[in-house]
């Protein structure tokens, strides 16, 4: 028994005790008991609000309140479990699926790196505004910073107890028994000291490491790498691996589940001076005006953000006046280090994040006016509660405290039990996004599980709901007529006062109009995943395999790389089952692109035009036609001026005349002529045609890096492996990368499947829970309106009637809701096909189907509850009233 | 009660109760009953506690932890509640008689100034 208790269990007794003994000093001095009595308690006064004053001191009065309201509000709910489960689960979906969903984007954007102390650690970016033409060379990141500009910044602020800098994504080719390619990053050679991450094994990097350029061939590899490539080859360390033909000694190996500071994985980590090492031909730690290293400093104990501002700014300052050329200045956006952080990242993520957490919030809004809707309808069963308390003085502000704590109670659990449902199924729903992305698609090191932050968003989120759906009730039914209140026989609120009756209404309409968005939604997104299955690209794109090979990161000068192409292909040709070879510089649908600004005659401006260095016989290998002209002669390259447009290229830029001989300059005044037309095929974008494209041919100085494109007529999996083998033998630690030309099309109909499936979930979520509240309406408003439905029927309706009557009250905010919504997503829906590919605006059969199939959802829930309303016999109804 | 008698009695200022308790506990453990006696008692029956308001004090004391209950025998065999100090009362005894001491002082100063140098 706590301190507290035993003191006011014994209280009682120690007053009683108090009386007896001024009661006998009294006797004593010779009063009759009775007079003794009454002198004693005379001088105690008031017992009972002495007790109180007593009690006051222990506990609170509003808490003592709202212990009492929350038991009172438990006994309540529990009286009632139908509704109360109704409820909670109503919440707990709304809720759930919200904070499954914060947790995701807290796992991306807010959480800190997943390092010691990380709340230490700030990332650095700049941005540049240019008095008029300004020009920076950008490597991954436009924030970024250049080498020098890292060195400033690290040897002249007074804030970072360490400031390190990084490149990463660097593509390497690890030589191994079979070759592939992984990410890396190349560091500042305090990147593990600074970020306080030791190696699991091994050493991190010391100073000498960065001493000299390309000096020191050291490497520590992360954890996957180390078990995936190497066995957990304990002895690993010391030992050398070969990455871009150079070798390196491994000096580390990182601890599990250290995976870098970039949202995808880091497969290893080098100095900073064995940069052009990695990547041949391409100085950038000399490169004073390039942005390619990302910065991560740790500030001194004590320091604030704003003090880190000051300083860095400083040094900004200094070097934007000491910067030759077009005058700039800098500003520096500087925050707590988590896996997004660079403005670029952040412009990206804000607007996806925004749209999909306002449309999950929908669903909760759902949920909310389903509760509210269980709320009033429970409201007027204690119409009678209510008015008794306040015809016993009970202040309005009081019954609202009240019923807002029982709100709260059930928004509560439900918040909790959704929490706990998102948490658990968390893992699932990630298995099954990610096993819908393609399988190369590069894996994320979001950590999804729950902190602070999220449990605060639950928490907070809860209370909201519990005063949304809670507030608009509670005023209500603590507003009443006494008189007729407590007589019974005032008309059942909602149901024969027109404003209740139109309260509920709303209620119900803005829910269906809130489902039909979500529905029409998920409707366009499923139209545009399927236009996406069935598109037809306009070439044959079965059967073609596709070879990237980048022979420049790979070590290669360019006569060698033309050396290998060469015989590379012919080994290729001559393998069995191969019909047909061709090289190009872009493969269709690979996500890589080129383009560039030509110059038309006749026009003032410039034209964007993508382009693309074939070989001649990939138009005949892709099966796309050359409608008009010529196509290219196998001796024509990058020297000679002719070049293929596409049919809708031309139209744009030359309409209503022949596209033939028309001229197109380069900005360097290089001219072209126009030799060929080729039929329209989606080989840059899938689902658009609009963009200008053309063909220049192919010559050796893209053998660097290029595509090989083979159709063949045998199986792709030995196919594949002898195209390896005939890389291999060529040179065996080239890395051959084979995969089939339909495989690229999976990367682009993953991102339209994956958000699909997450809104088709939402829409039949969205519909269960409208459902549910149409359901609920009706039959509340059915069982209320028994004597009316009597009346009907005793004057000789039948029960069609009846039931036509009940499904028009009902259908009536259906309908007014479904034609709001219709407008809204007409209204969002342009925003959605912009994010799609493959989306119509205004797709028919989604907006003509989904209203379709909510009515037809609606009506069965009203007809259901609708049938007990044609059942009623008149008799008993007029009777029980 | 007397018209006289009301007059001579005063009504005790916020929070001195709390000390006056305080102050009578020091002659050690003490009953309720037997606290608003001593109160009574000790000053000549001129403050005049209202029994009641003594339990309220009481508490607010205990949940500060400056004195502390114990079930007990009293002198003629009852049980009953005895509350003593705590070191933590003793502290704050000596605390907030020195405050009093002030006050008292300074008010004196107001109501009879030059008497103070006097005395």
Same mark, same amino acid.
């Given at each position: 028994m706590t301190r507290r208790k035993r003191m006011l269990a014994e209280l009682d007794q120690d007053i009683r005790n108090h009386l007896e003994r001024e009661t006998q000093d009294n006797i004593d001095r010779g009063m009759s008991p009775e007079d003794a009595r009454y002198a004693a308690l005379h001088k105690f006064g008031n017992v009972t609000r002495v007790k109180e004053e007593t009690w006051k001191v222990w506990n609170p009065v509003w808490l003592e309140q709202l212990l009492q309201d929350v038991r009172f509000g438990i006994r309540t709910l529990l009286r009632s479990p139908g509704l109360t489960v109704a409820a909670v689960m109503a919440i707990a979906l709304g809720i759930g699926i919200n904070v499954g969903i914060f947790s995701v984007l807290n796992g991306l954007a807010m959480r800190l790196l997943p390092v010691p102390r990380a709340q230490e650690l700030v990332s650095v970016n700049q941005i540049f505004h240019f008095q008029g033409r300004g020009d920076r060379l950008i490597h991954n990141g436009a924030n970024w910073f250049s080498y020098s500009e890292y060195q400033d910044y690290r040897d002249h602020n007074h804030v970072f107890s360490g400031l390190v800098a990084y490149e990463p994504y660097v593509e390497a080719n690890l030589r191994d028994t079979d070759v592939r390619q992984v990410l890396g990053t190349v560091t500042s050679c305090n990147y593990f000291d600074v970020l306080i991450e030791r190696p699991a094994q091994g050493r991190g990097f010391v100073g000498s490491d960065c001493? $000299?350029?390309?000096?020191n061939a050291v490497v520590v590899v992360s954890d996957d790498l180390w078990r995936g490539? %190497?066995?957990?080859?304990? $002895?690993?360390?010391g030992k050398q691996i070969v990455l871009n033909q150079t070798a390196y000694t491994v000096i580390g190996v990182a601890r599990?589940? %250290?995976? !870098?500071?970039? *949202?995808i994985p880091s497969a290893f980590w080098a100095p900073l001076t064995m940069q052009q090492a990695l990547e041949p031909r391409i100085d950038r730690l000399s490169s004073d005006n390039m942005s390619w290293l990302a910065l991560l400093g740790r500030t001194r104990p004590g320091v604030t953000m704003q003090e880190v501002r000051a300083d860095l700014g400083v040094i900004a300052r200094r070097i934007d006046q000491q910067h030759s050329g077009p005058r700039r200045t800098t500003s520096l956006a500087i925050h707590a280090a988590t896996f997004f952080t660079s403005p670029e990242q952040r412009s990206f993520l804000i607007p996806v994040a925004s749209v999909v957490l306002a449309a999950f919030a929908l669903v909760l809004l759902i949920a909310c006016a389903n509760v509210a809707n269980l709320l009033l309808a429970r409201a007027s069963v204690r119409q009678r509660e209510m008015a008794l308390r306040l015809s016993m003085g009970a202040g309005r502000w009081r019954l609202v405290r009240q019923l807002l704590t029982e709100s709260l109670l059930l928004s509560i659990a439900g918040g909790a039990l959704g929490s706990i449902i998102a948490f658990w199924s968390f893992i699932r729903i990630t298995q099954v996004v990610t096993s819908h992305l393609p399988h190369d698609f590069p894996p994320f090191a979001v950590n999804v599980a729950p902190n602070l932050h999220v449990l605060a968003y639950a928490l907070a989120l809860s209370l909201f709901t519990g005063i949304a759906f809670g507030l608009v009730p509670a005023l209500r039914s603590s507003r009443l007529d006494l008189n007729s209140a407590i007589k019974g026989d005032g008309t059942p609120f909602g149901a024969g006062k027109r404003s209740g009756r139109f309260l509920l209404n709303t209620l119900v309409g803005s829910q269906v109009s809130v489902c039909m968005v979500l529905l029409l939604a998920a409707g366009l997104l499923l139209r545009g995943l399927y236009s996406a299955q069935t598109v037809d690209p306009g070439f044959e794109i079965k059967g073609v395999a596709t070879i990237f090979l980048n022979l420049e990161k790979q070590g290669y000068d360019p006569a060698r790389a033309t050396h290998f192409m060469r015989r590379f292909r012919e080994r290729i040709q001559g393998l *069995?089952?191969?019909v047909d070879v061709a090289q190009a510089e872009c493969a269709p649908l690979s996500h890589d692109f080129s383009g560039s600004e030509f110059a038309v005659s006749g026009r003032a401006d410039t034209v964007g035009v993508e382009y693309n260095h074939i070989t001649p016989d990939y138009f005949s290998l892709l099966g796309i036609p050359i409608v008009l002209g010529r196509d290219f002669s196998p001796v024509e390259t990058h020297e000679a001026p002719g070049i293929i447009v596409t049919e809708s290229t031309a139209r744009r830029l030359? *309409? !209503?005349?022949?596209?033939?001989g028309k001229a197109l300059r380069e900005i360097s005044g290089r001219e072209y002529s126009v030799i060929g037309v080729a039929k329209d095929a989606q080989v840059a974008h899938l689902g658009k045609l609009d963009t200008n494209y053309l063909y220049f041919p192919a010559g050796t100085e893209d053998d660097s890096r290029s595509y090989v494109l083979v159709r063949y007529a045998t199986g792709f999996t030995s196919l594949a492996k002898s195209i390896r083998d005939a890389g291999r033998s060529i040179d065996p630690g080239v890395t051959v990368d084979v995969t089939r030309l339909e495989d690229y099309l999976e990367v682009w109909r993953a991102p339209s499947r994956i958000v699909a499936a997450l809104s088709g979930a939402l829409g039949a979520l969205a519909l269960l829970l409208c459902s549910i509240g149409v359901y609920g309406m009706v039959s509340y408003s059915v069982s209320r309106s028994v004597r009316d439905i009597g009346i009907r029927m005793a004057l000789g309706a039948d029960g069609a009637k009846v039931m036509r009557h009940v499904l028009w009250q009902a259908m009536r905010p259906v309908l007014i809701g479904a034609t709001i919504g219709v407008a809204l997503c007409a209204a969002v829906s342009g925003v959605l096909s912009s994010m799609m590919f493959g989306l119509g605006t205004h797709d028919p059969v989604a907006f003509i189907c989904m209203p379709l199939f909510l009515f037809a959802v609606a009506f069965v829930a009203t007809f259901i509850p609708g049938r007990r309303a044609m059942r009623v016999d008149p008799m008993i109804a007029l009777r029980c009233e | 009660m007397s018209t006289r008698e009301k007059n001579e009695r005063i009504e005790l200022l916020q929070g001195t109760l709390d000390l006056l308790i305080l102050r009578t506990l020091q002659l050690g453990p003490m009953h309720g009953h037997a606290i608003s006696k001593a109160i009574e008692f000790r000053s000549d029956d001129v403050l005049q506690v209202e029994q009641g308001s003594l339990y309220p004090a009481l508490h607010r004391l205990i949940k500060r932890r400056w004195i502390s209950a114990e079930d007990g025998t009293s002198e003629n065999n009852r049980r009953a509640k005895f509350y003593a100090l705590t070191s933590k009362g003793k502290q704050q005894l000596a605390v907030e008689a020195g405050k009093w001491d002030k006050l008292a002082r300074a008010i004196a100063q107001i109501l009879r100034p030059g008497e103070q140098e006097e005395a």
């Amino acid at each position: 028994m706590t301190r507290r208790k035993r003191m006011l269990a014994e209280l009682d007794q120690d007053i009683r005790n108090h009386l007896e003994r001024e009661t006998q000093d009294n006797i004593d001095r010779g009063m009759s008991p009775e007079d003794a009595r009454y002198a004693a308690l005379h001088k105690f006064g008031n017992v009972t609000r002495v007790k109180e004053e007593t009690w006051k001191v222990w506990n609170p009065v509003w808490l003592e309140q709202l212990l009492q309201d929350v038991r009172f509000g438990i006994r309540t709910l529990l009286r009632s479990p139908g509704l109360t489960v109704a409820a909670v689960m109503a919440i707990a979906l709304g809720i759930g699926i919200n904070v499954g969903i914060f947790s995701v984007l807290n796992g991306l954007a807010m959480r800190l790196l997943p390092v010691p102390r990380a709340q230490e650690l700030v990332s650095v970016n700049q941005i540049f505004h240019f008095q008029g033409r300004g020009d920076r060379l950008i490597h991954n990141g436009a924030n970024w910073f250049s080498y020098s500009e890292y060195q400033d910044y690290r040897d002249h602020n007074h804030v970072f107890s360490g400031l390190v800098a990084y490149e990463p994504y660097v593509e390497a080719n690890l030589r191994d028994t079979d070759v592939r390619q992984v990410l890396g990053t190349v560091t500042s050679c305090n990147y593990f000291d600074v970020l306080i991450e030791r190696p699991a094994q091994g050493r991190g990097f010391v100073g000498s490491d960065c001493a $000299s350029h390309g000096a020191n061939a050291v490497v520590v590899v992360s954890d996957d790498l180390w078990r995936g490539k %190497f066995a957990a080859d304990p $002895s690993l360390v010391g030992k050398q691996i070969v990455l871009n033909q150079t070798a390196y000694t491994v000096i580390g190996v990182a601890r599990p589940g %250290f995976t !870098g500071t970039e *949202p995808i994985p880091s497969a290893f980590w080098a100095p900073l001076t064995m940069q052009q090492a990695l990547e041949p031909r391409i100085d950038r730690l000399s490169s004073d005006n390039m942005s390619w290293l990302a910065l991560l400093g740790r500030t001194r104990p004590g320091v604030t953000m704003q003090e880190v501002r000051a300083d860095l700014g400083v040094i900004a300052r200094r070097i934007d006046q000491q910067h030759s050329g077009p005058r700039r200045t800098t500003s520096l956006a500087i925050h707590a280090a988590t896996f997004f952080t660079s403005p670029e990242q952040r412009s990206f993520l804000i607007p996806v994040a925004s749209v999909v957490l306002a449309a999950f919030a929908l669903v909760l809004l759902i949920a909310c006016a389903n509760v509210a809707n269980l709320l009033l309808a429970r409201a007027s069963v204690r119409q009678r509660e209510m008015a008794l308390r306040l015809s016993m003085g009970a202040g309005r502000w009081r019954l609202v405290r009240q019923l807002l704590t029982e709100s709260l109670l059930l928004s509560i659990a439900g918040g909790a039990l959704g929490s706990i449902i998102a948490f658990w199924s968390f893992i699932r729903i990630t298995q099954v996004v990610t096993s819908h992305l393609p399988h190369d698609f590069p894996p994320f090191a979001v950590n999804v599980a729950p902190n602070l932050h999220v449990l605060a968003y639950a928490l907070a989120l809860s209370l909201f709901t519990g005063i949304a759906f809670g507030l608009v009730p509670a005023l209500r039914s603590s507003r009443l007529d006494l008189n007729s209140a407590i007589k019974g026989d005032g008309t059942p609120f909602g149901a024969g006062k027109r404003s209740g009756r139109f309260l509920l209404n709303t209620l119900v309409g803005s829910q269906v109009s809130v489902c039909m968005v979500l529905l029409l939604a998920a409707g366009l997104l499923l139209r545009g995943l399927y236009s996406a299955q069935t598109v037809d690209p306009g070439f044959e794109i079965k059967g073609v395999a596709t070879i990237f090979l980048n022979l420049e990161k790979q070590g290669y000068d360019p006569a060698r790389a033309t050396h290998f192409m060469r015989r590379f292909r012919e080994r290729i040709q001559g393998l *069995p089952g191969v019909v047909d070879v061709a090289q190009a510089e872009c493969a269709p649908l690979s996500h890589d692109f080129s383009g560039s600004e030509f110059a038309v005659s006749g026009r003032a401006d410039t034209v964007g035009v993508e382009y693309n260095h074939i070989t001649p016989d990939y138009f005949s290998l892709l099966g796309i036609p050359i409608v008009l002209g010529r196509d290219f002669s196998p001796v024509e390259t990058h020297e000679a001026p002719g070049i293929i447009v596409t049919e809708s290229t031309a139209r744009r830029l030359w *309409p !209503g005349q022949d596209p033939l001989g028309k001229a197109l300059r380069e900005i360097s005044g290089r001219e072209y002529s126009v030799i060929g037309v080729a039929k329209d095929a989606q080989v840059a974008h899938l689902g658009k045609l609009d963009t200008n494209y053309l063909y220049f041919p192919a010559g050796t100085e893209d053998d660097s890096r290029s595509y090989v494109l083979v159709r063949y007529a045998t199986g792709f999996t030995s196919l594949a492996k002898s195209i390896r083998d005939a890389g291999r033998s060529i040179d065996p630690g080239v890395t051959v990368d084979v995969t089939r030309l339909e495989d690229y099309l999976e990367v682009w109909r993953a991102p339209s499947r994956i958000v699909a499936a997450l809104s088709g979930a939402l829409g039949a979520l969205a519909l269960l829970l409208c459902s549910i509240g149409v359901y609920g309406m009706v039959s509340y408003s059915v069982s209320r309106s028994v004597r009316d439905i009597g009346i009907r029927m005793a004057l000789g309706a039948d029960g069609a009637k009846v039931m036509r009557h009940v499904l028009w009250q009902a259908m009536r905010p259906v309908l007014i809701g479904a034609t709001i919504g219709v407008a809204l997503c007409a209204a969002v829906s342009g925003v959605l096909s912009s994010m799609m590919f493959g989306l119509g605006t205004h797709d028919p059969v989604a907006f003509i189907c989904m209203p379709l199939f909510l009515f037809a959802v609606a009506f069965v829930a009203t007809f259901i509850p609708g049938r007990r309303a044609m059942r009623v016999d008149p008799m008993i109804a007029l009777r029980c009233e | 009660m007397s018209t006289r008698e009301k007059n001579e009695r005063i009504e005790l200022l916020q929070g001195t109760l709390d000390l006056l308790i305080l102050r009578t506990l020091q002659l050690g453990p003490m009953h309720g009953h037997a606290i608003s006696k001593a109160i009574e008692f000790r000053s000549d029956d001129v403050l005049q506690v209202e029994q009641g308001s003594l339990y309220p004090a009481l508490h607010r004391l205990i949940k500060r932890r400056w004195i502390s209950a114990e079930d007990g025998t009293s002198e003629n065999n009852r049980r009953a509640k005895f509350y003593a100090l705590t070191s933590k009362g003793k502290q704050q005894l000596a605390v907030e008689a020195g405050k009093w001491d002030k006050l008292a002082r300074a008010i004196a100063q107001i109501l009879r100034p030059g008497e103070q140098e006097e005395a």
